[in-house]
């Protein structure tokens, strides 16, 4: 069963399928696909009580067409050689496909979090950092890590933290590492930029009114029924976002169990209830169900994975009610388990585009540090100014005055989270299009063009360098 074939395995196979389209020279698909480098280190930490605990971690470089290579690390229990190198790999059909310049990249550091205390986290994260700084592989032309399960903020500052004490005289330092807190040089928008980049996804993807033809379904997310897994950092903006354009959030399923409500589900609230160390089964819901996998069976139209990969298997995708399955995780659905859901029709929109948002802000997030300037600064007044020059022209021709209030709704300059959201929402609205469009040409599904094109373009950085003919 394909729960037991090897994570790379599965992301080689999707890859084998999609290759006839790209139509590349075996050699150089075969570099494609190879892992460039994997790092593994093992490390003492010590722990609170003074005893000392060994830790494993590793960091993935998968394709080095483009440089930096790019990509989160991830603190799981579940982290290993084998998920580095997948994530790793994904990571570099993942950028190609919406054009940012990256290699793909990935670490992880096996430990179960919620076992260690803030300062043992500390100590671990911040001694990976020094393992990675040691043998460059970390920096800012090289590689450059970024959030994934597990970390978030508080891990990526001591990451910036250690690598910067370390490597005075080198310039742009904060640009070693991405989804920073603000005062280290994190940019705004970078937080929610993967749920909002899912949100993203799913609106271009139902506002096709053939596709949603084809799926039974009306065009539009008003009224949409939608189940998540997972409510992380992608779930829960996912969530927001969807809510905030009339989806309805019915179920959500996390570590302890799934709830499930036709009414709709209050994200807000349940994410709260869950950071004040509330399980999910206590929030009032009109079921509550102990086995948590059976929430991605709940009757809706979307489905958000958002936790894990390996999540839809040949056993589970026959009773999957869902009409859209939207990645927001990585590897969620198993290479037997798509077939399975492709012949039933089920729409996929793929990992490698809809969670791409993160890398995507990512990306604008390292040419703000190495700028070393805020989005927005040069620009914002000047802009409020020619809509000031527009709107008193238009008065002088009309004669009419604008409000106050006018004035402040039309005349203002994007701020930086204004331009990130904007870059976000058009790389995604591109990104769906171009894949779309092959997805026809070649009668293929998403996954597989998405793929296909990533290839294309990854092979053309290549021959580009003069590595290939
Ligand atoms: P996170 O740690 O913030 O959240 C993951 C959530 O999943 C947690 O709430 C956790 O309790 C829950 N979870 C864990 N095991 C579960 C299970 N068996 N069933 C149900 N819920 C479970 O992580 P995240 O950053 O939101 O990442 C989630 C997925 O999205 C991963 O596959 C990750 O690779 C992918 N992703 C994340 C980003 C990013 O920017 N953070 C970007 C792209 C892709």
């Avoid at 960091?59 to 067409?65: G, K, L, M, T, Y």
């Avoid at 070393?372 to 020619?386: D, K």
Wanted: net charge negative.
């Amino acid at each position: 069963m394909s729960p037991n074939i090897p994570f790379f395995k599965q992301v080689d196979q999707y890859v084998n399928r999609a290759a006839p389209f790209a139509e590349l020279p075996d050699g150089l698909l075969a570099q494609i696909k190879a892992t460039n480098a994997v790092y593994h280190v093992s490390f003492p930490v010590e722990m609170d009580d003074g005893s000392i605990r060994v830790v494993e971690g590793w960091r993935a470089a998968h394709s080095v067409h483009k440089l930096p290579v790019k990509g989160g690390v991830r603190i799981s229990e579940h982290a290993s050689e084998d998920e580095v190198t997948a994530l790793a790999a994904l990571m570099t059909f993942k950028c190609a496909l919406v054009d940012v310049p990256y290699g793909g990249g990935k670490g992880g550091i096996r430990v179960e979090k919620h076992n260690f205390s803030e300062r043992e986290l500390e100590r671990i994260v911040r001694r990976y950092t020094f393992e990675l700084t040691q043998k460059n592989f970390i920096g800012p032309s090289v590689d450059v890590p970024g959030p994934d399960m597990g970390v978030g903020a508080r891990e990526i500052g001591w990451m910036v933290d250690t690598y910067m004490a370390l490597s005075t005289g080198k310039p742009h330092l904060q640009a070693a590492v991405t989804g920073k807190p603000l005062p280290l040089g994190g940019i705004r928008g970078r937080v929610e930029a993967t749920g909002r980049g899912v949100f993203f996804g799913i609106r271009e993807a139902v506002d096709q009114k053939d596709d949603m033809e084809a799926l039974g379904l009306e065009p539009g997310l008003e009224g949409k029924r939608v189940v998540i897994q997972g409510l992380g950092n992608v779930g829960y903006y996912a969530g927001r976002f969807l809510t905030d354009a009339g989806a309805v959030v019915v179920g959500v399923a996390e570590r302890e169990g799934a709830i499930h409500d036709p009414k709709g589900i209050d994200v807000e609230a349940l994410f709260q209830h869950r950071a004040q160390g509330g399980s999910i089964l206590e929030f009032p819901a009109k079921e509550a169900l102990e086995d948590a996998r059976a929430g991605l069976e709940l009757d809706c139209e979307i489905l958000v994975p958002a936790a894990l990969e390996n999540q839809i298997t040949p056993e589970n995708a026959p009773r999957i009610q869902a009409r859209i399955i939207a990645e927001g995780a990585n590897g969620p659905v198993t290479v037997d388990a798509h077939d399975i859901l492709a012949r039933r029709g089920v729409l996929m929109l793929p990992d490698m585009y809809l969670n791409a948002g993160g890398v995507t802000v990512s990306y604008f997030e390292w040419l703000k540090n190495l700028s070393n300037v805020r989005l927005g600064r040069m620009n914002r007044r000047f802009e409020a100014a020619a809509q000031n020059r527009v709107l008193d022209a238009v008065e002088v021709v009309t004669g009419k005055t604008f409000g106050p209030e006018v004035r402040e709704e039309v005349a203002v300059g994007a701020r930086e989270e204004d331009v990130v959201n904007s870059g976000l929402e058009d790389t995604m609205i591109n990104a769906y299009h171009e894949t779309r469009e092959a997805a026809k040409d070649w009668d293929t599904d998403l996954r597989t063009s998405a793929y296909a094109l990533a290839l294309r373009k990854v092979a053309t950085a290549y021959r580009d360098r003069g590595i290939f003919p």
